[in-house]
């Protein structure tokens, strides 16, 4: 999968996925949305590692700095 993900968005990826995992965590008294948090952080910690966002590829989005290899 093509990169289309720099690295100040993958930070903040890095960030409120984490976030997300903490709350799925401290709202382990409803399961369902605890699960859905976690899932969705995972995803975004996902996204940030991999640098790869299949949410920007139908708009054609790509916050990497201008000149880095494709």
Do not use: E
Request: charged share 10%.
């Amino acid at each position: 999968m093509k990169q289309n993900v720099g690295p100040v968005d993958a930070a903040i990826r890095v960030m409120v996925g984490f976030v997300l995992i903490i709350l799925a965590a401290w709202y382990n008294s409803a399961p369902l949305p605890a699960l859905g948090l976690a899932l969705l952080g995972l995803f975004v910690v996902g996204t940030a590692l991999n640098r790869s966002c299949p949410l920007y590829i139908p708009f054609h989005i790509d916050t990497r700095p201008k000149g880095a290899a494709k």
